[in-house]
Nanobody, 126 residues
Framework: QVQLVESGGGSVQPGGSLRLSCKSS????????MAWFRQAPGKEREGVAA?????????YYSDSVKDRFTISQDNAKNTVYLQMNSLKPEDTAMYYC??????????????????WGQGTQVTVSS
């Protein structure tokens, strides 16, 4: 059983930055993906970024965060990061990491992932 633990959330002013971390309890297997999702109150869970685990770099971003957020991984630490820059109030949400083997086209869809963390809250407000 894979356990994922997120950290790094908090409150920040608009334009600020945060880095989220997600540590897996087990080795991250090749050909799987780690991803970040977020969910604001009253809204559906939204895929933010996904990162392929393997020898090549393959990443996917939602249009809402592209060029502001960066997903990366440290396989030696079984950890995935989400660097968030130029934060906006609309980025406020609970952020979850997820691990799985999504089908083609499912990289940013919740149904593509099997294991989920408990979430970390990000609040962007002045």
């Amino acid at each position: 059983q894979v356990q994922l633990v997120e950290s790094g959330g908090g409150s920040v002013q608009p334009g600020g930055s945060l880095r989220l971390s997600c540590k897996s309890s087990t080795y991250l297997h090749r050909d799987y993906y780690m991803a970040w999702f977020r969910q604001a109150p009253g809204k559906e869970r939204e895929g933010v970024a996904a990162d392929y685990i393997g020898d090549v770099t393959i990443t996917y971003y939602s249009d809402s965060v592209k060029d502001r957020f960066t997903i990366s991984q440290d396989n030696a630490k079984n950890t995935v990061y989400l660097q968030m820059n130029s934060l906006k109030p609309e980025d406020t949400a609970m952020y979850y990491c997820a691990y799985g083997s999504p089908k083609v086209g499912w990289w940013l869809l919740p149904g593509g992932y099997t294991f989920w963390g408990q979430g970390t809250q990000v609040t962007v407000s002045s």
